[in-house]
């Protein structure tokens, strides 16, 4: 998973500092590098790159004494290709035809296909990103404008991309026909703005314009915005729906919606699906699922209780993964409060069960506190497929309800009792139709024309 970030100003304005912002808030969707990249008035590309958090990656005054119009971001949090630096975006490529700078947010799942083509033609990649394709296949076309070259390569793909592009010295966006990603463009004043989620707008207090919609390409230069057709006809949509589960800020706005109130009606539907009457309390697994439990809690009666507590200074590159730390494992980051819990019978509610390891260990612990009974509900469905379209899963075997069936995990994990919504469920309370969204990694249904590694260009 990652996140993208442009800003276009019309009247010249620097615009490097909100680029540095608008990634800040979008820290929770990749914190493995950050990068940006930027063109100067003599049509020259720039681009600066670092690992780590977005604060350690940059720096944000130098950002800020750059003067430039036109800008990108990346927050990479890394699913195809490795974590080294050379996979960090934007991807950045400079020709006698011109300069463009890529940020991609999603996987395409026919990659590899593109890859073989053009490597048996002569092109050399410089890393593993999948991204990488999109330039190749814009060079494989000399003959056209390039603009028609961009809109041309991705009419190719296949899978999931959300982009934020320089393309000479304009900003373009563009969104996959089955709109996996999300992707919104914001403006202030003469600044227009291209965002992975809303929440970075706010940061840089930039109003909705509108979501880009699946299949379009969006160019913005001194004129304003030009809307292009991606030529690809698709059978379905496949908005992901892990977004609203787990991924996205809660105070992020799709389709006219906050996913705080998607996960809030995710809570609802839990607790009619699978009631638990005579329990004490409910409380969430922080901050995962916080907002369904109380959802949970409104329509069960049940009180909510912050009956665990996070560490939120908690980060990767902050604690040395020795032996002793491996061991405490979930409990370096959750914590219990055992005078709440001790003689209770807990709902625990979380978005999801991956490998099962954490809830695994949220069980022992809350028991360990003198909890009587511990019911755990989760407020999506069983995810038992792997994700291809940019989200970080495991393979199928170590997804633990593809390996088990529910009776089998709630006894592996410990618990009393083990219940999750449906996939009609997570349909209603996402609001969109059923053929606009994405739960493969729920349902295994996948996009048409999957996993193909061979193409015709
Ligand atoms: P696990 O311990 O593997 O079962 O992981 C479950 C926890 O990881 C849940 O609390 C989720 O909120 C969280 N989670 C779900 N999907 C992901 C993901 N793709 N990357 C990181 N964490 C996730
Ligand atoms: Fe989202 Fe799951 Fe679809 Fe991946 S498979 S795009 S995580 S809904």
Redesign the pocket.
């Known amino acids: 998973?990652c996140g993208v970030f442009g800003a276009f100003a019309k009247n010249g304005q620097s615009v490097l500092e909100d680029v540095y912002l608008g990634l800040y808030a979008l820290q929770h969707r990749g914190q493995e590098s950050a990068g940006v990249a930027w063109i100067n008035s003599r049509g020259t590309m720039h681009s600066l790159k670092g690992t780590g958090l977005v604060h350690l990656a940059l720096n944000q005054q130098q950002l800020a004494s750059i003067d430039t119009n036109c800008a990108i971001g990346h927050v990479r949090y890394s699913t195809a290709g490795g974590s080294e630096l050379t996979n960090a975006q934007p991807l950045t490529a400079t020709s006698s035809r011109g300069s463009v700078a890529i940020a991609h947010n999603g996987n395409l799942t026919n990659a590899e296909g593109i890859k073989n083509y053009l490597e048996n033609r002569g092109a050399i990649f410089q890393s593993r990103t999948d991204t990488e394709a999109i330039l190749h296949l814009m060079a494989h076309q000399p003959h056209k404008p390039r603009l028609d070259a961009f809109v041309d390569s991705l009419r190719r793909l296949i899978g999931a991309y959300s982009l934020a592009v320089i393309l000479d010295s304009r900003l373009v966006a563009a969104r996959d026909p089955w709109g996996n990603r999300p992707l919104i463009l914001g403006e202030r004043d003469n600044i227009i703005y291209v965002s992975s989620e809303s929440c970075a707008l706010d940061l840089v207090g930039a109003s909705i314009i509108r979501e880009v919609e699946p299949g379009e390409v969006i160019v913005i230069d001194e004129k304003g915005l030009h809307s292009i057709r991606i030529p690809k006809d698709v059978k379905k949509g496949f908005a992901c729906s892990f977004e609203y589960v787990?991924f996205a800020r809660p105070d992020s706005i799709f389709n006219g919606k906050t996913v705080y109130e998607v996960r809030k009606a995710l809570g609802r539907k839990l607790a009619e699906r699978a009631p638990c009457p005579d329990a004490d309390l409910v409380t969430g697994?922080p901050d995962?699922?916080t907002i369904a439990a109380m959802g949970y809690a409104e329509v069960s009666g049940l009180p909510y209780e912050k009956a665990v507590v996070r560490n939120r200074y908690v980060g990767r590159t902050f604690i040395e993964p020795t032996q002793r730390v491996r061991d405490l494992g979930v409990r370096i980051k959750l914590n219990p409060i055992m005078n709440m819990i001790k003689d209770k019978k807990v709902v625990i509610v979380?978005?999801?069960?991956?490998?099962?390891?954490?809830?695994q260990r949220m069980i022992a612990m809350i028991k360990d506190y003198g909890a009587k009974e511990v019911h755990v509900r989760i407020s999506s469905p069983p995810v038992r497929f792997p994700c291809y379209y940019g989200?970080?899963?495991p393979t199928r075997e170590e997804l633990?309800a593809a390996r088990m069936n529910i009776k089998q995990l709630e006894i592996q994990v410990g618990a009393d009792s083990l219940a999750y919504i449906t996939e009609e469920d997570l349909i209603d309370a996402i609001g969109l139709p059923a053929r606009d969204v994405c739960t493969a990694c729920f349902t295994g249904n996948y996009m048409e024309g999957d996993h193909t590694d061979e193409m015709e260009l």
């Open positions: 998973m787990y697994m995962s699922g979380d978005d999801s069960i991956v490998r099962g390891t954490t809830c989200i970080d899963t633990a």
